[in-house]
Structure formats: C-alpha cells, structure tokens
C-alpha cells in the first residue's frame, strides 16, 4: 500500500490501458487485447521530477497521453487534488487540461506550421480564458519567451516554426505549456529528436522552471543516463507494467530488478567502457495480448525460477521508497 | 556452402601499410537556389584493413553526404566538387558502370540511415537479400536464397524468418537482415550509417555486439558514422569528429576520450550524462550548426565557442579570420584549431 506523502499532487492507481486486438481464429473467437498499460501506480509531488524510463513497447508514452486525457483509460485512478482526473468532463476538464500539460517528442509535428509562434502561446491563454486584452497578452507572450531562453521575445513571437531550429521549437513548446501556470508537465521524450549538443540545454530548463516555478514533471524517456540527471524519482516499465521504483541515483546504483540491470548495462558509457563488456541481451519487448499469468520478463530473465513463469509477481517495497515488482523480493503469491 | 562467390579477397593489400580506402580533400556541394551549400569541404581521411573508423557528428555536419559520395551515390542537385577516393588504389570516381557494379556490394556495402525502414514492404526478407545477390553476381536464385540463410544464421535470425515480411519483424530484428544484405557478398568495407539510432538501447547493444563479433571474425574495415559519441569512443579503432562540413579532429578512441582538443568535441563530450560516477552539470553547446550556403567568416565553430572571445584579440582576430588547418599536435592526434 503506497503511504500518501503530504504535497502529493498526482496519485496514479492501478492504472490500465487496455487495446482491442484481431479477434482469435474461429467462429467463436474471443476478443483478443493488447495490455499496453497494465496496474501501474505511482505518486508525484509538488515540485518533484519523476521519470518514466523504458523501451519502445513499455508503455510510457500511453500512460502520458492517457494523463493527458488523449484517450480514455480501461481501469485505474489518477487523484489531482482529490478528484479522479480520469473522470473529469466539462468544466472540469477543462480546468484539470490547464492545469496538467504536455510536451511531446516531434517538435515539428506539434507545432501548427502555418501560424505564428505568437499565435501558439496565445491560443492555451484564450482557451484557458486567461487571456486579459491585446497588450496584456502580447506582453506575457514576450516574458514566456524570455523565460525559456527566446530571444530578442518580440522577434520570435513572430516567427513560423520552420524558421526555428528543432531546439528552438521545442523551446516554443514548453512556453506553450507553461503559458497556463500548469501544475503538471508531460514530457514525453522531450529532447530524443534533438541534436545531442542542445539535449542538455533543454533539461537544464525544465530543472531551472521547476526551481523557479515549482512545475512537477512526468519525464518519459528511454534514456536512463538523461533521467538520472534530471528526475528525482525513475520508473522502470516493461510490458506495460512496473518493474522497479526508486530515487534515482539508488536505482542506478543499486538497482534490483533484472530488467533494470539489463538497461543499465546496455547503456553505452565511455568512462567505463573501454575495457569489453559482454551483455546478454538477446530478445526484445513482448507484445502483450491476452496475457497468461507469469512475470512478463521470464523469457529474457537470466534469473528467472519456475515460480516467475507460473505466478506474476505484485509490487513489493524491500526497501524504504524502492519498489520492484519480482519474485526475487519475497513477492507473496499474487 | 552457397555457391555464391564470397571468397574473401586477402584482408592485407599487397603493400601492407597501404591504406583500404583512401578519401583526399573530398568536396561536395549542393546547388540551391541561395548559392551553393558546401556539405563536405576537403575531408580527408584513410580506413585501413580491419580498421574501424568512427565518424562523428551531428545533423547537417556532413557525414552521411561523405558516405554517399564514397559509394558514388551523390545525385543533382549534389555533386562532387572535387577530391579523390580511393580503394585498393582505384580511383572510384573513374569507375566504369561495370566497375562500379563490382565495386558496390561486393566490395564495399552500406547500411543506411534508416535503413530498416526503407525495406520493400511487399517482398519477403529472404527475397530482398537473394535480390541484393543477384545484381551483383551472377548467381541462380536457389544459391542466392541459400546465401541469405547462411546470413540469416550469421547475424542471428531463425531462418524461418526469411519468409516474413518487414512489418512482421521487431525492430531489431529488421536492422539486423539489413546488416545481413550488406555482409552479403564478404565486403572488405560497411559503412554503417547511424545503425542503432532508431533503436531502444538494449537492441542497440545486441546489435553492436553482433556486429563487433561478425567484424572480428571476418574482418572486414567498418566506417561508423553517429552522433552518439560515447558509442564510438567503445567500438572505433579511430574517431573523426566534423562539423559543417570539415574534420574539425581526429584521433584513436582512447587519445580522443582522454584528451579531446577542440572545443567542439569537448562540448559533445559534454552532451552526455553518465549513469555512474559523480553528478556534474553539463551545459551542452549553446547555438544551433551554421548555414552552409554563407558559414561564419574563419573558423566555422567560432560563434559557438567558449574559447573564442574579446578577452584575448590577437586569438579572437585569427578565429574570425582565418580557417584553422587540421594539423597534427600530438602523435596520431589530429585538430584544425587555432588554439594549438
């Protein structure tokens, strides 16, 4: 049972996300589904960076979207402020979107290519009715800008996207977010399409809007090297569920999942890598329909007992704030 | 074994010492309305037998323009201004079609960008593989379907697989065929052009595992073009580093990472956080790569640099002024910087 820290914010609870798949073979064919999300939970606090890491296939970016009310989710809760975000409709809705969001990977795709960069900060403060007169708004147009690093503001503002570099838009997007005071921002993959030498510029922004704003991030990422250095807390996902929790320099020093070992072997380091290093890394991310009981990486577990393949395993804390979801770790009988 | 030829030719050229592929002051532009955009400006540089050099950099510094102009595959509005590139001594730009037809595949492939992405949708894996064969060899479809399931044991697929089509393969499983096509015919030379970036880090290691070992058993030369530094500071012999267009420096992998000389390579080395080790906060390199079509006035880096500055005027004339020449500093240490 999670203990609810005070300044929790966002309290995600079993969270599932569920897809329909081709139906089986046959005449009676049941429905068949892929769990792409599958009961993850986790509690993100105020001015807290929690990171969700894993590979294609994990199931990161379909818990962002489904934060984001992109689509809706199978089963699950997700407490903002005591309300059931999941649930929310209307007004509601409307008040959870300005205070909850998101920055996505492309950032050209999220951009509107025919209109201005002025126009894109804009529109959140007209749908969020914050928007108080031309000057008033032009002016907090300028100061967001200024905030992520745009200037001279008054130029950029009115710029089309395709004159930015990706850095730059990707800049626009988080001024997008933040334009609304959001208590919340989905990051997912905010800096895996850009060039490596701007990477970090990013995150050092989205740490110094943290430090100056008190913005709590989700920092979905593949790149455990990049959430090691910017989020407090780090999620590992496989298959859609959790695997291991931890603050992050505990679960990269000392992580206990199997997965999570294979992930922090397979990181390329050069400061400890140029003596050889064998990996067995064979295989890849199931896609999980229908699934039978077992624990999802017992097919790739190098450990893996007879119990993993019969009963999955339940979240467990073996640690103060370090939980891990493995038979490993006195995991009772699910 | 498959009738296909692949014999492997002698790794060692008959002068040993003399380099596989030679490529010299290599130039290439691109016509654009606004005047022409030099992509590649005088690169030179050597693979020797069995060598792997890495090739780093980030978008639009050149490298993958440099891949393609050594397989003559630059087309209008790019050409190839000038520069020589030679193999085994032969001057690849005066290579007839028939030439050319011997030169590619068999004795230099290439895995490009993406590559797993561009695999004909409509064609069975083997299918591809058997094709890539056959236009380079004259060599029956059974031979070559027998070829591509010795390759497909080679790289590590169950070769039942080689009647799938791309979309019923991972990932992972689709860059490796790709790296099967090009092993195909036992080249001396791969280049591999960003061969894992699409690629979740755990199949990025396999993937380069795999193709550590299949390089130290048949040991062809690899040229390895990345942005991902830290990937080539573990697998390259020797890095180049370029940016807009130039070798900006060049070095073993172990002198590079210990010692990078030039600003820019300090500031990619900087670009990666580790996962180990004490944590330290990386700046990056403020900035954005310059317009090739009107680059800055000497050293193209110098609007970036941290080195490049008013405090020190008679450096600061030179950086603005004048084009650094790669020269070499340190033994087996190449840089084009005007602070050495």
Redesign the interface.
Known sequence: MMIQEPDTILEVRGLTKLFPASRSPGLWGGRRYIHAVDDVSFALRRGQILALVG??GSGKSTIARLLARLYPATAGRALFHGSDALQLRGRDLLRYRGKVQMVFQDPFGSLNPVKTVGHHLERPLLIQRQAEGRRATRQRVQDLLATVGLTPPAEVAAKLPHEL?G??RQRVALARALAVNPEVILADEPISML???????IL?LLAQLRDQHGVSYLYIT?????A??LADETLVLYAGQLMESARS?EL?AEPLHPYTR?????????????EKR??E??G??PVVINPAPGCRFAGRCPLVMDICRQVTPVVTEPRPGHRVRCHLYGSPAA | MAAVDTRVRSRETPDAGRPLLSVHELTVDYLTPRGPARAVDHVSFTIGPGEILGLAGESGCGKSTAAHAIMRLIKPPGRITTGVVRFRDRDVMLMSERELLDFRWRQVSIVFQSAMNALNPVLSIGAQISDAIRAHTRTSRRQAWERATELFELVGIDTGRLHSFPHQLSGGMRQRAVIAMALALNPDLIILDEPTTALDVVVQRDILQQIEELQARLGFSILFITHDLSLLVEVSTRIAVMYAGKIVESATARDLFDEPLHPYTVGLMESFPSITGPKERLEGIPGAPPDLITPPRGCRFHPRCPQCSLARPDLYQLQTEVEPVLREVRPGHWVACHLY
């Open positions: 590979e294609s570099s850095g730059q060039d490596v030498s701007i990477r970090m510029g050092n593949h790149d455990l090297a990049s090691r250095y320099e990269m294979l992930l922090l072997s397979a990181v390329p380091d050069p400061r400890t890598s140029l064998r990996v890394a064979r890849e991310i």
